[in-house]
């Protein structure tokens, strides 16, 4: 399973897509950004943002870039305000609705990251039905 993940990996990080268009659906997107508490939350800005947040955090958000081009998804990443580059929480949003949220290797998000999306979700008037929030130890 982890070759085939790593595998699956590699070969969306080197797809070509159509920037240009990607730019654009995402640039209506910028009303989901969102700062508190030391975090944000960031709509990505390239199919290379999407690509190396696959890449950085070993699951599949980067064969998700046709999706949202054609608008039946949005991804977008929750990252601490200090470290904006470094890849922590990827979210997607589907409608209205946030549907998934992972980190490394498909982890869970912990207690607080599921706090502050929560908090995230009331205020940006988005429902949440993620399948299972929180790594459990």
Same mark, same amino acid.
């Not at 590699?10 to 975090?39: H, I, M, P, S």
């Not at 870039?65 to 305000?81: A, G, H, M, Q, V």
């Given at each position: ?9 590699? &070969? =969306? ?5 159509? $920037? ?5 659906v &995402? ?8 700062k ?6 960031? /709509? ?5 943002? /999407?690509?190396?947040?696959?890449? $950085?955090?070993?699951?599949? &958000?980067?064969?998700?870039? =046709? ?15 200090? $470290?904006?580059?470094e ?7 589907r409608?209205?609705?946030? &549907?998934e ?7 869970? @998000? =912990? ?10 979700c ?7 039905? @993620? ?7």
């Amino acid at each position: 399973f982890l070759f085939f993940f790593s595998e699956w990996t590699l &070969v =969306n990080a080197k797809k070509k897509y159509d $920037n240009e268009l990607f730019k654009k659906v &995402v640039k209506t997107q910028n009303k989901y950004e969102w700062k508190y508490r030391g975090y944000t939350i960031l /709509v990505p800005e390239s199919t290379k943002d /999407v690509q190396d947040e696959g890449c $950085n955090l070993r699951h599949c &958000v980067g064969g998700y870039i =046709n999706s949202i081009i054609e608008k039946r998804t949005k991804i977008l990443f929750l990252r601490r305000i200090d $470290n904006q580059e470094e890849s922590l929480i990827t979210l997607e949003v589907r409608g209205d609705m946030l &549907v998934e949220a992972r980190g490394f290797a498909n982890r869970y @998000v =912990n207690k607080e990251e599921k706090d502050l999306l929560i908090k995230w979700c009331k205020e940006k008037d988005i429902k949440y039905k @993620v399948r299972r929030w929180i790594t459990w130890k």
